[in-house]
């Protein structure tokens, strides 16, 4: 098995097999995670083949299975539903825990924070592809829907996204080199702004927020829905 596979699948076991804990039960909403996490999955591995394709990316063959769809190996594939899938356990495991933590301090300055941080940078490296989109693609999502109107579960959310940041850097840092040799994952240095959190590019943190958030717009509304919600 190549290290890439190794990796979706040490991510996704623990939070899988702890989805049937009773007091999370996070099985009882994969109706409405499994929809967000194909309609989210499928726009970011469109925008990943075409920064494949364009070399702003790519992958190291060493580390691959050699099967691919298009020009992305099947872990990078994978990688767009493991994370996600581990990611939002976490926000399950918070609502389960902390039934009465309501955070909302903390969420408006983390909004705040966030959505300042991203547009800034994101605009004063427009040459940047990488930078630019992911950094502008977050910043306007967080703000529009935070400021717009802010979703109740965004405080947890907040919380459950720095909670992530600890095992999103170990996964990262595997792959963009930081424990091995060369990394499996590699960046074309003209499109990022340069610095890193060890190895892994500082855009990394808001390209995996933007995916996170946008699973959440999606997962939270299906939630909503009788069909979707065996609790109702």
Not at 144 to 152: G, L
Not at 166 to 194: R, S
Request: include cysteine; charge should be neutral.
């Amino acid at each position: 098995m190549s290290l890439y596979l190794w990796i979706n699948l040490l991510t996704l076991v623990g939070p899988f097999f702890l989805s049937f804990d009773k007091k999370v039960a996070f099985y009882k909403h994969w109706k409405a995670l499994f929809p967000a996490l194909l309609l989210v999955g499928t726009f970011f591995l469109l925008w990943d083949e075409y920064f494949t394709q364009n070399g702003i990316w790519g992958f190291n063959p060493e580390y691959l299975s050699g099967i691919y769809l298009g020009h992305l190996p099947l872990e990078e594939v994978l990688f767009f539903f493991t994370v996600p899938y581990a990611c939002i356990f976490i926000f399950a495991c918070i609502e389960a825990y902390f039934p009465t933590m309501n955070p909302h301090q903390f969420g408006y300055i983390f909004s705040i924070s966030f959505s300042f941080t991203a547009l800034f940078l994101g605009f004063a490296h427009l040459e940047n592809w990488y930078t630019s989109s992911a950094l502008i693609g977050s910043g306007v999502l967080n703000a529009v829907f935070y400021f717009a109107k802010t979703p109740s579960w965004y405080p947890k959310f907040s919380i459950a996204f720095m909670v992530a940041i600890l095992p999103f850097l170990v996964v990262n840092g595997i792959l963009t080199g930081f424990f091995t040799e060369a990394p499996v994952v590699w960046y074309n240095e003209a499109h990022i702004m340069g610095p890193r959190i060890g190895s892994i590019p500082a855009e990394d943190l808001f390209y995996n927020f933007f995916m996170l958030f946008g699973i959440m717009l999606i997962y939270m509304s299906l939630r909503k829905k009788s069909w979707a919600n065996p609790l109702r």
